[in-house]
T-cell receptor, first 109, second 114 residues
């Protein structure tokens, strides 16, 4: 069965510290993964996708098929990174995204 | 401005009183979807639509109906709401021509059923 797991509901780090939001997936097909973000009072929006291998707002995420993970990382957290983060898995052929439970990231000054 | 709109944004109702949450997009997207967001459960898909008159169930469709008579609109209907449908609801749309998985989300509708 396809599933996305974000083990941390809440994550709190200090400004300037590294941050890593964990995402693990279960999927028998070829995985395509995404990170979505929801800032306070804003809509949920796409942050990055693994196939583009880009860095957005200093965040990167590498797909590790061996560990079935797609962790989101940033070397130096900023206060504006405080938000709700969702990892999502594309289900090929079904035109569907399966979302994880979400992690609320708080960056302390 | 390209966007997805939802109405109402907040709704408190009583058990059994039929309600409709509207969703509209101005991006000419073929695909539209409804999700509910619950603490600890994340976003779960209720229904989706690939185009006009084409709808299908998501993961949690029980108690909900949808229709897609026009490309821009995708209302969510609760015929007989129950307290377990108290949740935050999001509508989303995307193009089937480009990057389908870049979904554009509405602002959300917070529904409370007493």
């Amino acid at each position: 069965a396809q599933r996305v797991t974000q083990p941390e509901k809440l994550l709190s780090v200090f400004k300037g510290a590294p941050v890593e939001l964990k995402c693990n997936y279960s999927y028998s097909g070829s995985p395509e993964l995404f990170w979505y973000v929801q800032y306070s009072r804003q809509r949920l929006q796409l942050l990055l996708r693994h196939i583009s291998r880009e860095s957005i707002k200093g965040f990167t995420a590498d797909l590790n098929k061996g560990e079935t993970s797609f962790h989101l990382k940033k070397p130096f957290a900023q206060e504006e990174d405080s938000a709700m983060y969702y990892c999502a898995l594309a289900i090929q052929g079904a035109q569907k995204l399966v979302f994880g439970q979400g992690t609320r990231l708080t960056i302390n000054p | 401005e390209a966007q997805v709109t939802q109405n109402p944004r907040y709704l408190i109702t009583v058990t059994g009183k039929k309600l409709t949450v509207t969703c509209s997009q101005n991006m000419n997207h073929e695909y539209m979807s409804w999700y509910r967001q619950d603490p600890g459960l994340g976003l779960r898909q209720i229904y989706y639509s690939m185009n006009v008159e084409v709808t299908d169930k998501g993961d949690v469709p029980e108690g909900y109906k949808v229709s897609r008579k026009e490309k821009r609109n995708f209302p969510l209907i609760l015929e007989s709401p129950s307290p377990n449908q108290t949740s935050l609801y999001f509508c989303a749309s995307s193009s089937l021509q480009g990057s389908f998985y870049e979904q554009y989300f509405g602002p959300g509708t917070r529904l409370t059923v007493t």
